[in-house]
């Protein structure tokens, strides 16, 4: 069993529905709205609630920022490859993220928050070398993991030749790259590949992309930190989109399906 804790976390895990809950535990000192709003949730759908000591809390979900809520659930369940090469909707253009060894849980739920903000796909992380979905991820995510289809590989060159052979462009991120982020079209379908901390995309990633673009930098370090950099270029690439939709409702085609528009805070 998986352990999930923090407020948001459970309440998205919840709210996504592809979770298999065991219980949530809540603890019996905290009292107010939205940890009732959250109870009450878990009561609608069967979920078992009990409540026990924030110190009980604390030493189940390792830590003491669990805000007073730690659910037990099943692991989430990762998808392959195969299921990512799916189409989201028809004629619509997949933009997927895949991360070539992010190490650190912080950054990972921090670019998988990123991910489901910008309407990404779907995510691609490696069995090895790379943080794993641990609850300091979910956490850091604040519950966008629930909601993002992300597949586990293997091997992640071969993975992305797999997907140039279904005709999408494999776009790295490198500070030495020769196209500016925002002077390339990122409006057909792409996956646009992240590397380490500090040491970028491994070597062989790296040969395997199709274009490698940077983030012009005016200050005096080169480059940006992971999940920083991975908000600025998908933030470019769903505008790009949203822009291309927008020109193409004006010259008479068919609207994109509107999604309920969320900001910063909500």
Not at 38 to 50: E, F, I, P, S
Not at 65 to 76: F, Y
Not at 198 to 210: E, F, I, P, Q, S
Request: glycine share 10%.
């Amino acid at each position: 069993m998986d352990v999930l804790y923090g407020v948001h976390p459970v309440a998205e895990a919840l709210k996504a529905g592809r979770r298999r809950f065991d219980h949530v535990l809540v603890a019996a000192e905290r009292h107010d709205d939205r940890l009732a709003s959250l109870v009450a949730h878990c009561k609608q759908l069967g979920v078992r609630v009990r409540q026990e000591a924030r110190e009980h809390l604390t030493q189940l979900a390792g830590t003491a920022a669990h805000q007073g809520v730690v659910a037990v659930v099943r692991p989430k369940e990762l998808l392959t490859i195969e299921d990512l090469l799916e189409a989201p909707e028809p004629g619509q253009a997949r933009l997927l993220l895949a991360l070539d060894g992010v190490e650190d849980p912080q950054n990972l739920g921090a670019l998988l928050r990123v991910a489901d903000g910008a309407g990404v796909d779907g995510v691609i992380v490696t069995e090895r070398r790379s943080a794993p979905l641990s609850p300091v991820a979910v956490k850091a995510s604040a519950g966008a993991v629930e909601h993002l289809r992300i597949a586990r590989v293997v091997n992640l060159v071969r993975a992305l030749e797999e997907l140039k052979d279904h005709n999408i462009w494999v776009i790295g991120l490198d500070e030495r790259g020769e196209t500016d982020y925002d002077r390339f079209d990122m409006t057909g379908d792409c996956v646009l590949v992240m590397g380490r901390e500090g040491a970028g995309l491994h070597d062989l990633v790296k040969r395997t992309c199709d274009h490698l673009l940077r983030i012009p930098m005016s200050g005096g370090v080169s480059s940006l930190n992971v999940s920083t950099a991975g908000a600025v270029v998908l933030y470019e690439a769903a505008r790009q989109r949203r822009a291309k939709a927008r020109d193409a409702v004006g010259h008479g085609a068919a609207p994109a399906s509107k999604k309920k528009q969320k900001g910063l805070g909500s």
